[in-house]
């Protein structure tokens, strides 16, 4: 197994190659909840508590938040790339057979619909 270069975030922030066709449901659900949290945390912060976070601490939640958005993104890409490449029909053969009527097989049956 190859190790997984760690230098930049971007490496890190993609679907691996060798990622099963689907939409990886449990991911992103877990990213979202993740992400609830932070909002949550920004949320109480915000509303009249005493105590107040920093400014760097709000802004590095706020980092996040942006950072998981983006690794939704590309979770959803992944499993809309990855399910409507399988679902794409076969381009039709040029040299169709026609049926016993004589007439060009329709669209959809030379797709295998």
């Known amino acids: 197994m ?16 060798g990622a ?5 449901i449990d991911a992103i659900n877990a990213a979202c909840t993740r ?6 945390l920004l ?3 915000l509303e009249g508590s005493d105590v107040r976070c920093s400014d760097s601490v709000i802004l590095a939640a706020l980092w996040d ?4 958005l983006g690794l939704i993104k590309t979770l959803a890409q ?3 790339a990855s399910t409507h490449q399988a ?4 381009a039709p053969r ?3 057979e026609p049926n016993w009527l004589g007439e060009a097989p329709a669209a959809s049956v030379r797709a295998g619909r």
């Not at 099963?20 to 990886?24: F, N, S």
């Not at 938040?65 to 998981?68: A, D, I, L, M, W």
Request: hydrophobic share 35%; proline share 11%; aromatic share 2%.
């Open 65 to 68: 938040v942006q950072g998981t």
């Open 94 to 96: 040029a040299n169709a």
């Open 87 to 90: 679902a794409r029909p076969k």
């Open 43 to 45: 949320q109480a912060n």
């Open 2 to 17: 190859k190790p997984i270069d760690c230098d930049k975030p971007e490496t890190m922030l993609t679907v691996a190659p």
């Open 78 to 80: 992944h499993g809309y």
């Open 20 to 24: 099963e066709a689907g939409v990886p």
């Open 35 to 40: 992400e609830d949290a932070v909002l949550q």
